[in-house]
């Protein structure tokens, strides 16, 4: 992408914005992943087994766990982002409700919804009402720390359920390697490194909207980036799925470069794409040079497939609070979020 990256913006000075300590949570996410991989082996599996799929239901910060896990998991997860379940949800289904704070509406009703119909239920929450109803009605739940932003809590949301399939079976991969490439990424994109990728990644998005666009597992790391620079960087970013995108949203580039043109295409990639998609990227490139739109590319780290997806998620993660930074925005509050939740409290 031709645009310039001069002399680097003070940094350290920006981080005053982050009044809540956003990048020092970012810095222990590693430290997090572990700490949950801790947690989720301490929870007994036996009263879950012998499910032949989960439905995990959960809303942003917490819903995005239920998207990674569908790649992860040798079983067919399917992820809910609303108050009911489908039609076919029933004793096979295993029945997974994820929220952070444990009182998000949608995800209460849907997890009320599926205790009607399985018996195989866990929770993953800091307390709440989810927390107040497992603990009332003896359904097993994970009890994760609280006092973090729920997007801040990708480690504890995620990792203890990944030693839980561990221990049923459905999850197999090594987490050695990319537990290694995160504590890299720690080191190499904090602010102690001045001028690090992150950071020259969030100069080029910057007065920008991303269309961030992943493929496979990959794809929920796009949705990711999407959310984390609405919700840090208070800005609009967009998502699509490769392959799916070269079907319909390539055609609207056609107008791109009138109708909408701050946007910036952002490839993720995976040393593991598909070979066709990643012959789809090279074309789409070329589309995009021919209309003089601009584009990104980010490229995973490490050998597998499981390290290339993290380490592009943690990536994303900090460009987007370095993005705030620049957008000069707290990356901690979610005000508009809060708003809504408050208001619908009240309405009757
Ligand atoms: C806030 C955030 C939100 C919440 C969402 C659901 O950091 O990421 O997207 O995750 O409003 O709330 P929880 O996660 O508490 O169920």
Known sequence: ???????GPPWEKLSGLDRSGM???LARFPDQCR????IGEQVPVDPLAGFSRAVALGMGGSGIAGDLLAHLLSVEVIPVRTYTLPRWVGEETLLLALSYSGDTEETLSAFADGLGRTRRAL????GGALGKLCAQRGIPWVRIPDGYQPRAALGYLLFPLLALFRGLGTFRDDLTETLAVLDEQARALGPASPGNPAQELALLLHGRVPLVYGAGPTAPVAFRWKTQINEHAKQPAFWAELPEACHNEIVGWELAGKVFPNGVVVFLRSRHDHPRVQARIEILKELLDRRGLPYLEVQG???GALAQMFSLLYLGDWASVYLALLNGADPTPVRPIQELKDRLGRWQ
Not at 1 to 7: D, G, N, P, Q, T
Not at 123 to 126: G, L, N, P, R, W
């Open 35 to 38: 700490e949950g991989i801790a």
């Open 23 to 25: 990048l020092g949570v």
């Open 1 to 7: 992408m031709a645009r310039k990256v001069s002399e």
């Open 301 to 303: 780290e490490g050998e």
């Open 123 to 126: 929770a993953v929450t800091s």
